[in-house]
């Protein structure tokens, strides 16, 4: 099973940034590929950003492109979201999430393991 920690939010004027954290212990899990969703109250969960385990493919929504930056430490078993020019609209309880599948598209139910999430507000 695997094991994710997040940490990195609080609470951030608009146009200010973030770096979220999520440690990741690996215990006879073969998973593939790391990804960063968010939800926001009354709204489904959403993919924000992933990333395979070479770092060479990544993928973002729409909503975040130019503005937040999916990365990983191997030597720490850490995957980073960096999010920059925040908005009130980023508002949301953000989770790390592995799965099996290298090739998992950005939704939910491809994910097979979740932290407890971190939350982001950004107030105007």
């Known amino acids: 099973q695997v094991h994710l920690v997040e940490s990195g939010g609080g609470s951030v004027q608009a146009g200010g940034s973030l770096r979220l954290s999520c440690v990741v212990s690996?215990?006879?899990?073969?998973?593939?590929?790391m990804a960063w969703f968010r939800q926001a109250p009354g709204k489904e969960r959403e993919g924000v950003a992933d990333i395979d385990l070479g770092g060479v493919r990544t993928s973002y929504a729409d909503s975040v492109k130019g503005r937040f930056a999916i990365s990983q430490d191997n030597a720490q078993n850490t995957v980073y979201l960096q999010m920059n020019d925040l908005t009130p609209e980023d508002t949301a309880m953000y989770y790390c999430?592995?799965?099996?599948?290298?090739?998992?598209?950005?939704?939910?139910?491809?994910?097979?393991?979740w932290g407890q999430g971190t939350q982001v507000t950004v107030s105007s």
């Open positions: 999430a592995a799965a099996l599948s290298p090739s998992a598209p950005l939704l939910p139910r491809y994910y097979n393991s």
């Open positions: 690996v215990y006879h899990y073969d998973y593939k590929r």
